[in-house]
């Protein structure tokens, strides 16, 4: 049974999309669309931009959607998902290509977001790190006992797969948190290079900003399941999907449970629709019975 997943933040790269925008005439299309929408040409940050251009948070999430949603569509009969999921951004991606949300409202939804988020990354220091090698309910304890010390918040954020989960919240708890994870045990605790503590409670105004926007917006029933990063599970219902994506902000992303629930209903093919490969490497760790690969 095949399913459909889409990368979040951090998979971009200087020319992603630039082969499609050449090659298909609906890619170019759909890129040029997205250029009238954000008012700005986003096609050529994103093919010919510097590093640093692309890392700019109103750019890097509409361009690692943009990539996603436009690979998947471009397949044409070949996209044929039973499921699908996104990790984090991803999840809007999801959403666009199994015909949940317009191609319009989904780009201009995932631009609200990520200048919601630079917001709040600008109003609170905070940050994320990864713990390599240490099982979720350990870091879930400590993380808990360090929120109680008064140094500020920090969660569990991402759970990607066995042995890693990133955690997120103030800078100073954060810290403390990455020494008492260390010396449970973990392997490593490596800060990340992010602007805030995304999928924690810091991030509650953007989440109260994005929520009117979600809330506006005409969400449909998706041609087939998607597993929300909320609870890990299968929703088709649009006032359900409505509500996890707004949930979203500030809760972690069950990203591990998510790819286990999909596994459970029947997914043994994994296709990753968008820029790198790292949703492929944290399927590979969560179950290698299944086949997990790129666009083909």
């Known amino acids: 049974?095949?399913?459909?997943?889409?990368?979040?933040?951090?998979?971009?790269?200087?020319?992603?999309?630039?082969?499609?925008?050449?090659?298909?005439?609906?890619?170019?299309e759909l890129f040029e669309k997205a250029n009238d929408i954000l008012g700005y040409r986003i096609t050529d940050i994103m093919?010919?931009?510097?590093?640093?251009?692309?890392?700019q948070t109103k750019v890097t999430q509409p361009a690692v959607f943009l990539h996603s949603v436009i690979s998947a569509l471009c397949m044409g009969d070949a996209f044929q998902p039973a499921m699908a999921a996104g990790h984090s951004l991803g999840e809007f991606s999801a959403l666009v290509a199994a015909g949940a949300l317009s191609f319009e409202d989904g780009?201009?939804?995932?631009?609200?977001?990520?200048?919601?988020?630079?917001?709040?990354?600008?109003?609170?220091p905070s940050t994320?790190?990864?713990?390599?090698?240490?099982?979720?309910?350990?870091?879930?304890?400590?993380?808990?006992?360090?929120?109680?010390?008064?140094?500020?918040?920090?969660?569990?954020?991402?759970?990607?797969?066995?042995?890693?989960?990133?955690?997120?919240g103030n800078i100073e708890a954060i810290?403390?948190?990455?020494e008492q994870l260390k010396a449970a045990g973990a392997k490593?605790?490596?800060?990340?290079?992010?602007?805030?503590?995304?999928?924690?409670p810091l991030m509650q105004p953007a989440k109260d900003e994005l929520q009117a926007a979600i809330e506006k917006t005409d969400i449909?029933?998706?041609?087939?399941?998607?597993?929300?990063?909320?609870?890990?599970?299968?929703?088709?219902?649009?006032?359900?999907?409505?509500?996890?994506?707004?949930a979203q902000l500030t809760a972690s992303v069950r990203w591990a449970q998510s790819v286990e629930n999909m596994i459970a209903d029947g997914a043994d093919d994994f296709t990753e629709c968008g820029p790198g490969k790292a949703l492929q490497g944290m399927i590979a760790k969560i179950n290698k019975e299944v086949a997990a690969h790129g666009i083909e």
């Open 1 to 28: 049974m095949k399913a459909f997943v889409f990368p979040g933040q951090g998979a971009q790269f200087v020319g992603m999309g630039k082969d499609l925008y050449d090659t298909n005439p609906l890619a170019k």
């Open 47 to 55: 093919f010919e931009g510097t590093d640093e251009e692309l890392k």
């Open 107 to 124: 780009l201009k939804l995932v631009y609200a977001r990520a200048m919601a988020m630079q917001k709040a990354c600008e109003a609170q």
């Open 128 to 168: 994320m790190a990864a713990i390599i090698a240490l099982p979720f309910d350990k870091i879930e304890e400590v993380c808990a006992e360090v929120s109680k010390m008064g140094k500020g918040v920090v969660v569990p954020a991402n759970y990607n797969c066995p042995g890693q989960l990133v955690i997120s």
């Open 175 to 178: 810290d403390e948190a990455c």
């Open 188 to 200: 490593r605790a490596l800060p990340l290079k992010v602007g805030g503590a995304f999928h924690s």
């Open 220 to 246: 449909k029933a998706p041609k087939c399941p998607v597993y929300q990063n909320v609870d890990g599970k299968p929703h088709t219902d649009p006032a359900e999907i409505k509500a996890n994506l707004i």
